[in-house]
T-cell receptor
Framework: AQSVTQLGSHVSVSEGALVLLRCNYSSSVPPYLFWYVQYPNQGLQLLLKYTSAATLVKGINGFEAEFKKSETSFHLTKPSAHMSDAAEYFCAVSDPNSSASKIIFGSGTRLSIRP | GAGVSQTPSNKVTEKGKYVELRCDPISGHTALYWYRQSLGQGPEFLIYFQGTGAADDSGLPNDRFFAVRPEGSVSTLKIQRTERGDSAVYLC???????????FGPGTRLTVL
C-alpha cells in the first residue's frame, strides 16, 4: 500500500525566507509523486509532479521538489516566500503502473507567511 | 477551455435525507474520480471511473454511497440516508486517458444537520 506523511501540519515563515515543506512516502514500487496547493475556498491546483524523469522537479510559482529515493522523501522548497504563497499544501502519491489510478494524499501542511 | 465543474457548490441537508452531487469533467477526459475531504484532512479517494464503468470503488465507505457515469461524461455521486459524519467537501477530478495528472473541480460542500 502507498502512503505519504507530511511532517508539520502548520509551517510559518517570514516573507522572503526559505520555504521547506516536508513529505515522506511509502511505496513498494517507485511511485509518482505530486504536490498540490489549495488556496482558501478554491480547488486543488497541481504545483509539480515527479514521474521518474529528473529527480529535481520545478513547478509553478517558483516551487521545486527533489525526489530522494534513499530517504523516501519529496520535500517542497521555495527560496523566497511571498505573501501570496499562504495556502494549504498537499503531498500525494500514485501508482505508476496504472495509467489512471487514485491519488493518495497526505494530511496537508498549512503555510503561513509573516510580513 | 473549461475546467471541471461541480454542482451545487454548497448543499445543506437533514440527517436521513438523500443527496446527489454532480460533476462535469473536462471535455475529452475519460477518467473521472471522486474524493472526500473532511475538515483539516487531505482528500480521500472514493471511486474512479474509466469511461462508463467504475474501475475502482474501493474507497466508498459503505453501501449508502453510490456513483454513476452513464454516458462516460457527467457523473453523479449519490448518498442515501445521510449522516452527520458525511459532512465534508466532495471533490471531483478528471484526467486524459493514459495520463496520471488529475484536474480538480472546486468541490461541493455538504453539510448534514
Amino acid at each position: 500500500a502507498q502512503s505519504v506523511t507530511q511532517l508539520g501540519s502548520h509551517v510559518s515563515v517570514s516573507e522572503g525566507a526559505l520555504v521547506l515543506l516536508r513529505c515522506n512516502y511509502s511505496s513498494s514500487v517507485p511511485p509518482y509523486l505530486f504536490w498540490y496547493v489549495q488556496y482558501p475556498n478554491q480547488g486543488l491546483q497541481l504545483l509539480l509532479k515527479y514521474t521518474s524523469a529528473a529527480t529535481l522537479v520545478k513547478g509553478i510559482n517558483g516551487f521545486e521538489a527533489e525526489f530522494k529515493k534513499s530517504e523516501t522523501s519529496f520535500h517542497l522548497t521555495k527560496p523566497s516566500a511571498h505573501m501570496s504563497d499562504a495556502a494549504e499544501y498537499f503531498c500525494a502519491v500514485s501508482d505508476p503502473n496504472s495509467s489512471a489510478s487514485k491519488i493518495i494524499f497526505g494530511s496537508g501542511t498549512r503555510l503561513s507567511i509573516r510580513p | 477551455g473549461a475546467g471541471v465543474s461541480q454542482t451545487p457548490s454548497n448543499k445543506v441537508t437533514e440527517k436521513g435525507k438523500y443527496v446527489e452531487l454532480r460533476c462535469d469533467p473536462i471535455s475529452g477526459h475519460t477518467a473521472l474520480y471522486w474524493y472526500r475531504q473532511s475538515l483539516g484532512q487531505g482528500p480521500e479517494f472514493l471511486i474512479y471511473f474509466q469511461g462508463t464503468g467504475a474501475a475502482d470503488d474501493s474507497g466508498l465507505p459503505n453501501d449508502r454511497f453510490f456513483a454513476v457515469r452513464p454516458e462516460g461524461s457527467v457523473s453523479t455521486l449519490k448518498i442515501q440516508r445521510t449522516e452527520r459524519g458525511d459532512s465534508a467537501v466532495y471533490l471531483c477530478a478528471s484526467s486524459r486517458e493514459g495520463r496520471n495528472e488529475q484536474f480538480f473541480g472546486p468541490g461541493t460542500r455538504l453539510t448534514v444537520l
